[in-house]
């Protein structure tokens, strides 16, 4: 059952009983305690009812019995509890809520802190904890609101089990003599401890369904809640512990406050669009419309981070496009938001491109003569999505140590969003193909064509103990080893996948970063376009050295180690 409050209302909700035998009609009983006594103040044949005519702020508790057409009666559900309360004033919010009868899941008696900033002012009029099952406080709990910067407490209040404060939804409150006022710029951390094992906190541990749970109120974007969940277990500690995260990741401690009028636009969001185009940028951004809307919006432009900056335009629409650029220069923007009055926000996040035009390339460059590292036989798989449309005029697949091919491989194209196979092709040590860096090439028997707006996956399989694939494993010095090319044409995202059965579409997501963990390759050509070939330099292992060579020089001697067939594995020593 759940159970959720309004003005003198608590709506009830229940999933239909249907086993072992179906219900005909359901129950409804209420009591003032959670442990009883319990009256029955309905019989519905829905699994809902709303209960009216509540006092609100007082605690009600239910449970819901299911009965048959016989009028075999079920046992009771679990009880739920939650007090009804009157609307909030327009001006008010709370910053955290969690609703109401929600289970805590985690008994630590430390300091929970959540930060927050404060961009519009704001006026705390009371503090508030959480209430695990929304049926009384069984624990004495603090609250405090500190100065993220100083450490300073500027407000703190108790939460007693003989006086919790008014609950609303899942949380109780109290009043905050005098109201607290926040100005814009301050950095603040919302704080609650005394949890325990009789009255446990929330904690969502970044799980996106329990993250949805503690719902945050910007209170027209007065707040910005930021950064991540934060603890000590010394509860009389400011919590300088960094937590997994997200901003929201407790339901512990909170305010009520009210918003002030609104002096300046939000901050905007900007984006440039990617791949980069030829001698030209286009570029877009959010609207901005709390907590005061903006009229018009301020582009700069620079060819360095740090400026000089030169305002471009000053526009009211969402988007710019700016022509007229240098190929091969890079350029950075940001953007200012202004008020119909003049007022202005903080600049926006910067931006940067560097203009150039379509070229044909290797879509997944290997260095030559990189040392495989990883046996797995089944397929690896990595994603790109094709923003402008591309011609593939040739399949590869990477060839440790670039000296011929010790097992067959196959290299695929698929449509990533209905797992269509378009394109293959066979790689042996008979006829390995064309070495071009460290992989090796075979033409399409005719170009396979892809529009704008493909999501497709580039695949390989058939590694083994004699021919090994090469696993960044995320380390960064050989993340660096391996190069994209988008030809202002493609989008390298998401990250690697990969399934155990060779020659099957890899749907099991890999890691980051999107250089993948294991390579393959594509040779790709705008249609009007001829080929690149790009120039490399050649890497591999002796023992604990690393030899720098030209390619065809010396070979490196063919070693091998002990292998794991997972992919994702390190296999460096």
């Known amino acids: 059952m759940?159970?959720?409050?309004?003005?003198?209302?608590?709506?009830?909700?229940?999933?239909?009983?249907?086993?072992?035998?179906?219900a005909a009609t359901y129950r409804v009983l209420r009591g003032s305690a959670a442990e009883g006594p319990f009256t029955q103040i309905a019989e519905v044949t829905e699994p809902t009812y709303l209960n009216t005519g509540l006092v609100n702020g007082s605690v009600y508790f239910y449970v819901v019995r299911g009965v048959t057409a016989g009028g075999t009666a079920g046992p009771d559900s679990a009880v739920m509890s939650a007090a009804p309360y009157a609307p909030l004033p327009a001006n008010q919010q709370i910053a955290y809520l969690t609703a109401a009868s929600i289970s805590g899941n985690q008994a630590f008696g430390g300091a929970l802190g959540m930060d927050f900033d404060v961009y519009n002012a704001i006026v705390v009029q009371q503090l508030g904890v959480f209430d695990d099952d929304s049926d009384g406080l069984k624990l004495p709990l603090t609250a405090r609101i500190y100065n993220r910067e100083t450490w300073e407490v500027?407000?703190?209040?108790?939460?007693?089990?003989?006086?919790?404060?008014?609950?609303?939804?899942?949380?109780?409150?109290?009043?905050?003599t005098p109201p607290l006022r926040l100005e814009p710029g301050f950095q603040g951390v919302i704080e609650a401890d005394g949890y325990g094992a009789e009255e446990q906190l929330f904690n969502t541990g970044g799980r996106p369904d329990d993250v949805a749970r503690v719902v945050t109120n910007d209170g027209n974007g007065s707040l910005l809640f930021v950064g991540t969940g934060r603890y000590s277990v010394?509860?009389?500690?400011?919590?300088?512990?960094?937590?997994?995260?997200?901003?929201?990741?407790?339901?512990?401690?909170?305010?009520?406050?009210?918003?002030?009028a609104p002096t300046r636009p939000g901050v905007p969001v900007l984006q440039v669009l990617?791949?980069?185009?030829?001698?030209?940028?286009?570029?877009?951004?959010?609207?901005?419309?709390?907590?005061?809307?903006?009229?018009?919006?301020?582009?700069?432009r620079a060819t360095a981070a740090d400026g000089p900056w030169t305002q471009i335009t000053e526009t009211p629409a969402l988007s710019y496009q700016d022509t007229g650029l240098a190929n091969g220069i890079q350029v950075f923007y940001k953007l200012v938001a202004v008020g119909a009055g003049g007022q202005t926000s903080p600049d926006s996040n910067t931006v940067t491109v560097t203009p150039n035009p379509r070229a044909a390339g290797i879509a997944y460059i290997n260095p030559e003569l990189p040392e495989g590292n990883q046996a797995f036989g089944g397929s690896l798989g990595m994603h790109f999505d094709v923003a402008r449309?591309?011609?593939?005029?040739?399949?590869?697949?990477?060839?440790?140590?670039?000296?011929?091919?010790?097992?067959?491989?196959?290299?695929?194209?698929?449509?990533?969003?209905?797992?269509?196979?378009?394109?293959?092709?066979?790689?042996?040590?008979?006829?390995?193909g064309e070495l071009t860096g460290g992989s090796r090439f075979k033409p399409l028997p005719s170009p396979l064509v892809l529009p704008a707006g493909f999501q497709g996956t580039i695949v390989a399989y058939g590694y083994g103990a004699e021919e090994r694939l090469f696993n960044t494993g995320n380390r960064p010095d050989d993340v660096a080893l391996l190069a994209t090319f988008d030809g202002g044409s493609l989008m390298f995202v998401g990250t690697?996948?990969?399934?155990?059965t060779p020659g099957e579409f890899p749907g099991v997501p890999g890691r980051r970063p999107r250089?993948?963990?294991?390579?393959?390759?594509?040779?790709?050509?705008?249609?009007?376009?001829?080929?690149?070939?790009?120039h490399h330099r050649?890497?591999?292992?002796?023992?604990?050295?690393?030899?720098?060579?030209?390619?065809?020089?010396?070979?490196?001697?063919?070693?091998?180690?002990?292998?794991?067939p997972r992919p994702g594995r390190d296999l460096r020593h």
Request: charged share 25%; aromatic share 10%.
């Open 515 to 534: 250089q993948p963990l294991r390579r393959r390759h594509v040779l790709l050509r705008a249609p009007d376009r001829g080929t690149a070939r790009p």
């Open 389 to 432: 449309p591309i011609q593939i005029t040739k399949l590869g697949v990477y060839d440790e140590y670039g000296d011929g091919l010790f097992l067959t491989l196959h290299a695929s194209i698929w449509n990533r969003q209905t797992r269509e196979k378009l394109a293959e092709l066979e790689f042996t040590p008979e006829n390995p």
């Open 2 to 22: 759940t159970v959720q409050p309004g003005d003198q209302q608590i709506a009830l909700s229940w999933p239909a009983i249907t086993q072992p035998a179906p």
């Open 538 to 564: 050649s890497q591999c292992r002796q023992g604990e050295d690393l030899l720098d060579r030209q390619w065809r020089s010396r070979r490196c001697p063919r070693r091998h180690r002990p292998l794991d």
């Open 496 to 500: 690697s996948a990969y399934s155990a």
């Open 234 to 260: 010394d509860p009389l500690q400011f919590p300088n512990t960094p937590d997994g995260g997200p901003a929201n990741r407790y339901g512990a401690g909170t305010f009520l406050f009210e918003t002030t």
């Open 154 to 176: 500027l407000a703190e209040l108790y939460f007693l089990p003989e006086d919790p404060g008014v609950l609303i939804e899942g949380m109780r409150f109290k009043p905050l």
């Open 274 to 300: 990617r791949p980069a185009e030829d001698a030209r940028a286009s570029l877009s951004w959010t609207e901005v419309t709390k907590p005061l809307a903006a009229a018009q919006y301020r582009l700069f």
